[in-house]
Antibody, heavy 119, light 110 residues
């Protein structure tokens, strides 16, 4: 059974860098899938941040691209999100998810982790 | 603020049918596949429908999806109290070059 679990600091100070990890179990992270980050806030709703392939190829939401880095470590079966220069607008529930070609969508999601940006 | 528009809430009685709509444009729903998710707060969103009208094997056939032009619809028949949840749609927007989502519709089973 595929399982994704987000982890990271629940609070980040404004202007600093938000860092999250998604651990994948029950499935090979090196399979033919992209792995993505999505966030949800009351102000913006659900927002796709970006995705990474096992090769390290990434593609990101143009609206966030300048501040976002997504990477992957296949040896640890984990992928990562970094968002620099955070503001209160980055306060959200962050999800990681698997993107599957068969479905053309994110078919497996983690439960999400809340990140609050403090001033 | 969401690119895809959904009604905030819908309600119906147990056993009834409900439809949830997702409205977009020619750059998203009009040319790309739509998927639907069920989400209970504090849990992982669950895929209900993909590629407009396909169901994962574990999803009961009470759930169905359709699309026409720039709108998509999720239908749920034989409503159960366990269906109370938020439902949201998703697709790719070719103009924004981004995955986009609906704002979600809260289903109440009275």
């Amino acid at each position: 059974q595929v399982h994704l679990q987000e982890s990271g600091p629940g609070m980040v100070k404004a202007s600093e860098t938000l860092s999250l990890t998604c651990a994948v179990s029950g499935y090979s992270i090196s399979s033919n899938n992209y792995w993505g980050w999505i966030r949800q806030s009351p102000e913006k709703g659900l927002e796709w941040i970006g995705s990474v392939y096992y090769s390290g190829h990434t593609y990101q939401n143009p609206s966030l691209k300048s501040r976002v880095t997504i990477s992957i470590d296949t040896s640890k079966s984990q992928f990562f999100l970094k968002v620099t220069s955070v503001t209160a607008a980055d306060t959200a529930l962050y999800y990681c998810a698997r993107f599957a070609d068969y479905s053309d969508t994110f078919d497996i999601w983690g439960q999400g982790t809340v990140v609050t940006v403090s001033s | 603020q969401s690119v895809l528009t959904q009604s905030p809430s819908v309600s119906a009685a147990p056993g009834q049918k409900v439809t949830i709509s997702c409205s977009g444009s020619s750059s998203n729903i009009g040319k790309n596949f739509v998927s639907w998710f069920q989400h209970l707060p504090g849990t992982a969103p669950k895929l209900l429908i993909y590629k407009d009208d396909k169901r994962p094997s574990e999803i009961p056939d009470r759930f169905s999806g359709s699309k026409s032009g720039t709108s998509a619809t999720l239908a749920i028949t034989g409503l159960q109290t366990g269906d109370e949840a938020d439902y949201f749609c998703a697709t790719w927007d070719s103009s924004l070059s981004a995955r986009v989502f609906g704002g979600g519709t809260k289903l109440t089973v009275l």
